[in-house]
């Protein structure tokens, strides 16, 4: 029960690490600014009215905007943290793309569902993006597995005892952090949500709704950059401090490089977008997995 | 390594009763999107219910799997339907006596088999990884084909989506082929 609540939290606190990294460039007051806006916009949203409109499928869309921070913390429950996961099966990384992959299907519900042209365009773009960035993605997590001769998260960042595995796998690593970006639709993967289609998925979502869906997404932002810390950085593992703040440490980096680097690019359009990842990306990453293959033959893990 | 205590049974049972539930719910509504979803709820049901067998990475990959048929489904349910939102309520069935008749009969004929078989009993015991083995039961004599049978999957798809677009190369770049940039409705990405 303490474990549950404990991984709850985390997840919680990352995902607040990320909004608040991503409103300190343009929030009164830095960082410190940037928490209070941040507080003060989830209480607002909580005692705001939610909105209806005509002829929606209310129960699919209620049923999206709860899906989508459900989701975030179930992905949370894998992440390796001082040794153990919260769930630890023989099948933890399948687990972290299923639940990717039912965010596919919550964030399309929330945008079918309020029966409006804006949020059903943001939908359908990031079905697009989901398309492009799927494939890369699972190989990439792949390859993980693959080094540490194992699908189960623990014996993922055990196997990285003597050497990390972005030393060996960058091309995975990146395309793992830049599909987190994109499965969260947040900076240059936020066409989903962008303002040309007035908010797109978030147009008609308001109150609790709206509070929902944007926790659910920046906890998703946060927990995918421990697992990416997790997967390629080593984990816990590090000198002098114990397992547990090196985690803290290496996922907050992840976190913090990506929001830099995430409101340093433009939002792709997501039909550009998947021309990349079809033609550059699968292959890239289908040469990543074999190099990581030969390396396994030669024993080098 | 799965439970088999009264609370594991009564699940496997609620699971089964949302299953069915949901399957038939799956012909029942009348737009497109809640059969969609009905149908991916009923599939999330049979894979926690491999869950509950211990067979791990089957559940998961069977929730994978039909997850993103389902997004996918809903993209082809825009580019071909008329009606896809139900809001003017339309049949979706066809052929509905002769389905429901061999609906039926495979139901019942696969209940009375799975209640009256002579199951056998159970030789050795739970393996430490079930992933391990049933990559190894799955894969460990048969690689070679997999790979080429694979492989040739992959290709079918790809004649058969090469030969369903109407617009070929000679009409992207020229009767020879000699435009720099590609005359698409959509202009964008690679340059290829």
């Known amino acids: 029960m303490t474990a549950v609540v404990a991984v709850l939290a985390g997840a919680v606190l990352l995902g607040a690490a990320a909004a608040i990294a991503d409103r300190a460039v343009t929030a009164r007051g830095g960082p410190r600014g940037a928490t209070t806006e941040v507080l003060r916009s989830g209480v607002r949203l909580l005692v705001k009215g939610r909105r209806t409109t005509v002829a929606g499928d209310r129960l699919l869309w209620r049923t999206g905007v709860a899906a989508v921070p459900v989701l ?93 595995f972005v030393v060996t796998m960058p091309v995975a690593f990146v395309v793992f952090v830049a599909s987190a970006a994109a499965f969260a639709f947040w900076g240059p993967f936020a066409a989903p949500a962008s303002s040309d289609i007035g908010g797109g998925v978030l147009a008609e979502l308001s109150g ?24 390629f950085l080593g984990g816990g593992h590090g000198p002098w401090l114990p397992d547990v703040v090196w985690t803290a440490v290496k996922s907050l980096a992840v976190l913090g490089a990506l929001v830099w680097l995430g409101r340093r690019l433009p939002v792709v359009r997501p039909d550009r977008f998947v021309d990349v990842a079809w033609m550059v990306l699968v292959p890239l990453t289908l040469v990543q997995a074999l190099v990581v293959a030969l390396l396994v033959l030669a024993g080098a893990y | 390594m799965p439970d088999t205590g009264l609370a594991a049974h009564l699940l496997a049972a609620v699971l089964g009763i949302v299953a069915v539930g949901t399957g038939i719910a799956v012909f029942r509504v009348d ?106 039961a799955i894969m460990g004599s048969h690689m070679l084909v997999m790979l080429v049978i694979g492989i040739g999957l992959f290709a079918t798809i790809l004649a058969g989506t090469v030969l369903a677009t109407a617009r070929g190369r000679y009409d992207r770049f020229g009767a020879e082929l000699d435009r720099r940039e590609p005359s698409d409705p959509l202009p964008g990405g690679l340059p290829r």
């Open chain 1, 208 to 231: 609790p709704d709206r509070l929902l869906v944007q926790v659910g997404r920046y906890t998703l932002l946060g927990v995918s950059a421990a697992m990416a810390a997790a997967l």
């Open chain 1, 72 to 164: 975030a913390i179930a992905a949370a429950a894998v992440v390796p943290v001082a040794g153990r996961s919260l769930l630890s099966t023989s099948a933890d990384l399948v687990w972290f793309n299923a639940m990717e992959a039912l965010m596919w299907a919550a964030v399309w519900l929330v945008g079918w569902g309020p029966n409006s042209i804006h949020p059903l365009v943001g939908g359908y773009r990031f079905l697009a993006q989901g398309l492009a960035y799927e494939l890369p993605l699972m190989f990439s997590l792949i390859t993980a597995g693959l080094a540490a001769g194992s699908l189960r998260a623990t014996d993922v960042v055990a196997a990285q005892q003597g050497l990390w």
């Open chain 2, 31 to 136: 737009s497109m999107a809640r059969a969609t979803f009905s149908l991916l709820a009923s599939f999330l049901a049979v894979a926690a219910m491999l869950g509950l067998l211990g067979l791990t990475y089957l559940a998961v990959v069977t929730a994978l799997m039909m997850t993103i048929e389902m997004a996918i489904m809903a993209v082809f349910m825009i580019m071909f339907m008329m009606n896809p939102a139900g809001l003017m309520p339309m049949t979706m069935t066809h052929n509905q006596r002769g389905s429901f008749v061999a609906g039926t009969t495979t139901f019942v004929v696969l209940t009375a088999g799975v209640w009256l078989v002579d199951w056998p009993a159970r030789g050795g015991s739970l393996p430490a990884d079930a992933t391990r083995q049933l990559g190894e």
